[in-house]
C-alpha cells in the first residue's frame, strides 16, 4: 500500500529508491550492443510495486523495449494504468477466454505447449486481430519446466511461419545455470536451440535467451532482446554475490524502527522457544517488523540489521544482529554495546548500506524472494 503519512509515523516502510531503478536499467543495456529490452515487471515488479516501477522506466525505454509479465492479470494491470508499450506475456495463456482477454489488450503471447498453438490457431480460424500478431515460441533446451521440445519446436514454428494473422515470430528460451560461470549447462542450452533452429530450417529470427545472470556474464548469448529481472532491481543474478559487486544500486530499502528497549540479566533467554541463551547482560531492541510482514521467520540469530539514530543524529550507525526467533510482529537486536540507541531510531532490515543478497544468504534463500514476500501492511515510500 502508498504511505500517506510521513515515513517519521510508520512503523515498517520499504523506500524505493526510483533514480536506483533507472540506473541499473542503464546497466542492463551492455555498451554498443542494439538489443532490445523486455523489462521484467512480474510479480508486482519483485515486490517493488509494477505500476510505479513501470511508470518511472518508461523515459527510459527504446522504442522496441518492453515489457515484461507473468499472468494476464499482471498484463491488464498495465494497460488499466495506461502503459502504452509492448507486454510480453511470458506464461502465455491457460484458457480460451485468457487468449480473447490477451488479444483484446494487444498483448504478446509467449508459446510454451501445444496446446496454447491449437487454441490460438482455432481463434484465428474466427478472424484475424485487428493488428498483426508478436508471438514468442519458448523452447524447452534443458530447464524442463515450460517451453516446446524439438519435434513440438518444429512443428510449431512451420505452422505459424507466414501466417496472414502473423507479424512477427520470434523464439526465447531460459538458462537454468546461467548464474554459473563454471557450468556446462548453458553453452549445452545452446547447442540444443541451434539443433532446433536447423531442425526447424531456421536461418535467422530474432531471439530472447538472456536473462539478468546472463545479460552479465554470458555475452555470447545476447542476441536482439534481453531480458533484465533481478539486475533492475539491484538484486545479485550471480551466485555468492551481491548487487553492488556489479554495479547495481539497491532499490528497495526495508525500514522499521526501535519499539521497546530492555536490559536482560545473564542467563536469561529471548523469545519464542527460549532459544537464544544471553550470555551476559544485555541490553536489547525489540523492532517493529516481523514474518507477517515479510522478514523471514528463518532468519538466523547474528542476522545484521542497521541503526540509525534519529534521536541523537551525530551518532555512528550501529550494525547489530538478530537474537532469538523473528515473530509474527516483532524481532529482537543485540543492542549492548550501542548505548546511544533509544527508542524510536531507524532500523534498515536490508537495502541501502546492507545488501539484500546478504540478509538472503543468510536465510539459505535469494534476494528474489525476501523482496517478493514483504506483505501489504508495510508502507511503500517512492522517492
Not at 210 to 224: C, G, K, L, R
Request: with cysteine.
Amino acid at each position: 500500500m502508498t504511505a500517506t503519512r510521513t515515513a517519521t509515523e510508520l512503523r515498517a516502510w520499504a523506500s524505493i529508491d526510483l533514480q536506483a531503478l533507472q540506473c541499473n536499467l542503464a546497466c542492463a543495456r551492455p555498451p554498443q550492443h542494439p538489443a532490445s529490452l523486455i523489462v521484467i515487471v512480474k510479480a508486482n515488479a519483485y515486490g517493488h510495486g509494477m505500476v510505479p516501477v513501470a511508470r518511472a522506466l518508461q523515459s527510459q525505454l527504446r522504442p522496441r523495449d518492453c515489457f515484461g509479465v507473468a499472468t494476464l492479470e499482471e498484463g491488464l494491470a498495465l494497460r488499466a494504468a495506461g502503459l502504452g508499450q509492448d507486454i510480453v506475456l511470458l506464461e502465455g495463456v491457460v484458457t480460451p477466454a485468457e487468449l480473447d482477454e490477451a488479444l483484446a489488450a494487444n498483448l504478446q503471447l509467449v508459446l510454451h505447449s501445444i496446446y496454447q498453438i491449437d487454441a490460438l490457431l482455432q481463434r484465428l480460424q474466427l478472424g484475424s486481430p485487428v493488428q498483426p500478431l508478436v508471438l514468442w515460441l519458448k523452447a524447452d533446451t534443458g530447464m524442463h519446466r515450460l517451453g516446446l521440445e524439438q519435434e513440438e519446436f518444429v512443428h510449431a514454428w512451420r505452422t505459424l511461419h507466414g501466417h496472414p494473422a502473423l507479424g512477427t515470430l520470434r523464439v526465447m528460451t531460459h538458462f537454468a545455470c546461467a548464474d554459473d560461470p563454471s557450468s556446462p549447462m548453458t553453452e549445452r542450452q545452446m547447442q540444443r536451440l541451434d539443433a532446433m533452429f536447423t531442425a526447424a530450417g531456421i536461418d535467422e529470427c530474432e531471439r530472447s535467451v538472456a536473462a539478468s545472470a546472463a545479460i552479465q556474464q554470458w555475452p555470447s548469448t545476447h542476441f536482439q532482446w534481453l531480458r533484465p529481472g533481478i539486475m533492475l532491481y539491484g538484486g545479485a543474478a550471480i551466485a555468492a554475490e551481491n548487487g553492488e559487486d556489479r554495479g547495481l544500486r539497491p532499490v528497495m530499502t526495508l525500514h522499521s524502527r526501535i519499539m521497546a528497549i530492555k536490559q536482560v540479566e545473564a542467563g536469561e533467554t529471548l523469545g519464542y522457544g527460549a532459544s537464544f541463551l544471553c550470555e551476559r547482560d544485555m541490553r536489547i531492541g525489540i523492532v517493529s517488523i516481523g514474518y507477517g510482514d515479510g522478514y523471514p521467520r528463518r532468519a538466523p540469530a547474528g542476522t545484521p540489521v542497521l541503526v540509525h539514530s534519529r534521536t541523537r543524529p551525530g551518532m555512528a550507525t550501529v550494525r547489530a544482529g538478530l537474537c532469538g526467533r523473528v515473530s509474527m510482529d516483532m524481532l529482537i537486536i543485540d543492542l549492548t554495546d550501542a548505548a546511544h540507541v533509544d527508542i524510536g531510531d531507524d532500523v534498515v532490515l536490508w537495502g541501502e548500506g546492507l545488501p539484500a543478497d546478504e540478509i538472503a544468504r543468510l536465510c539459505g534463500t535469494i534476494a528474489y524472494e525476501l523482496f517478493c514476500q514483504v506483505t501489504p501492511r508495510v508502507h511503500y515510500v517512492y522517492v
